[in-house]
T-cell receptor
Framework: TQLLEQSPQFLSIQEGENLTVYCNSS?????LQWYRQEPGEGPVLLVT?????EVKKLKRLTFQFGDARKDSSLHITAAQPGDTGLYLC???????????FGTGTRLQVTL | ETGVTQSPTHLIKTRGQQVTLRCSSQ?????VSWYQQALGQGPQFIFQ???????GRGNFPPRFSGLQFPNYSSELNVNALELDDSALYLC????????????FGSGTRLTVV
C-alpha cells in the first residue's frame, strides 16, 4: 500500500505570508490530486497533475509535480484567511477506481 | 446541476447497533464511492459502486456493506458498530468507475457511544 506523507502537519501563519506544503511518496504516482477541505464540508478538488515536472497555477496557488512523479508541492502566495482549511493530496491507483489520501496539512491563516 | 447530498448530517449510535447512511450522486454521475475520515486524518477508501455493482473495496471488514440503486444513489450500512467507527463518512460521485472528477458530499458525522 502506497503511503503519502504530507508536511508540515500544521501551519499557522498571518495574512500576506507565503507558504509551501509538500506531499511525498515511496512510489511513483500515476496521477496526483490536491483537495481543500473546510470544517464540516467534504474535500473540494483544486487540481489534478499527471505529467512529471508539470506546474499548474490557480490564482495564488501554484502546484508542482516532481520530475520523478514521487513528490508534489503546493505553494500559496499572499495567504488570506479564506485559505484556511485542511489540504490533502491524493493519488489515484493504477485502476483509477479509488483515491489514496495523504495525512493532510492543516492551515490556519490569521489577520 | 445538483451536487452530492448525504443524509443524515449527524448521527449518534450505541455500540453494537446498525446504521444506514445515504447518498444522492451528482446529476450525470453513475459511480459512488464511500470514504471514512477519522478526526485529524485523511479519508480512507471503503468501497465504490459502479452500475449497481461493487467495483473495488478498501481494507474494511464485511460488516461495512453497501448498495447502489438504479438512480445511482447509494447506501452505506455498518453492522455491529464499534467505538472506532466514529468518523466522518464521505460519499463521492464520479463517472465511469473512476476516481477522476470526484464531487464529494458534506459527509455524515457518526458518533458511536
Amino acid at each position: 500500500t502506497q503511503l503519502l506523507e504530507q508536511s508540515p502537519q500544521f501551519l499557522s501563519i498571518q495574512e500576506g505570508e507565503n507558504l509551501t506544503v509538500y506531499c511525498n511518496s515511496s512510489s511513483v504516482f500515476s496521477s496526483l490530486q490536491w483537495y481543500r477541505q473546510e470544517p464540516g464540508e467534504g474535500p473540494v478538488l483544486l487540481v489534478t497533475v499527471v505529467t512529471g515536472g508539470e506546474v499548474k497555477k490557480l490564482k495564488r496557488l501554484t502546484f508542482q509535480f516532481g520530475d520523478a512523479r514521487k513528490d508534489s508541492s503546493l505553494h500559496i502566495t499572499a495567504a488570506q484567511p479564506g485559505d484556511t482549511g485542511l489540504y490533502l493530496c491524493a493519488e489515484t491507483t493504477g485502476t483509477a477506481s479509488k483515491l489514496t489520501f495523504g495525512t493532510g496539512t492543516r492551515l490556519q491563516v490569521t489577520l | 446541476e445538483t451536487g452530492v447530498t448525504q443524509s443524515p448530517t449527524h448521527l449518534i449510535k450505541t455500540r453494537g447497533q446498525q446504521v444506514t447512511l445515504r447518498c444522492s450522486s451528482q446529476s450525470g454521475h453513475n459511480t459512488v464511492s464511500w470514504y471514512q475520515q477519522a478526526l485529524g486524518q485523511g479519508p480512507q477508501f471503503i468501497f465504490q459502486y459502479y452500475r449497481e455493482e461493487e467495483n473495488g473495496r478498501g481494507n474494511f471488514p464485511p460488516r461495512f456493506s453497501g448498495l447502489q440503486f438504479p438512480n445511482y444513489s447509494s447506501e452505506l450500512n455498518v453492522n455491529a458498530l464499534e467505538l472506532d467507527d466514529s468518523a466522518l463518512y464521505l460519499c463521492a460521485s464520479s463517472w465511469a468507475g473512476t476516481a477522476y472528477g470526484y464531487t464529494f458530499g458534506s459527509g455524515t458525522r457518526l458518533t458511536v457511544v
